[in-house]
């Protein structure tokens, strides 16, 4: 059983700051990409930012310069630091995480149970 928990969302003013973290846990044989999407109100999901194995890093244009993802592969946790957080930023958090869980098994992907990031404005 593979198990992501996140946690950092909250409510901050506009031009605050965040930090998510989501920790995988459970039966991990080796992870691939991990990220994060968001899904606002009345809006569809988006691709926040996402960081491979190796390091690379790929963002949304609207977070590009304010947000940054890193890992940390010793405790199979991803982390992203939002800067200058704007209203247009709020919205709820699932991080992922695409994971065999045993040797021979098949790539999935695990979600967490989401986070709420609000900025005020």
């Known amino acids: 059983q593979v198990q992501l928990v996140e946690s950092g969302g909250g409510l901050v003013q506009a031009g605050g700051s965040l930090r998510l973290s989501c920790a995988a846990s459970g039966s991990i044989f080796i992870i691939s990409d991990m990220g994060w999407y968001r899904q606002a109100p009345g809006k569809q999901r988006e691709l926040v930012a996402l960081i491979t194995s190796s390091g690379s890093t790929n963002y949304a244009d609207s977070v590009k310069g304010r947000f940054t993802i890193s890992r940390d592969n010793a405790k199979n946790t991803v982390y992203t630091q939002m800067n200058s957080l704007k209203p247009a930023d709020t919205a709820v958090y699932s991080c992922?995480?695409?994971?065999?869980?045993?040797?021979?098994?098949?790539?999935?992907?695990?979600w967490g149970q989401g986070t709420q990031v609000t900025v005020s404005s």
């Open positions: 992922y995480a695409d994971i065999i869980a045993y040797r021979g098994g098949s790539w999935y992907r695990y």
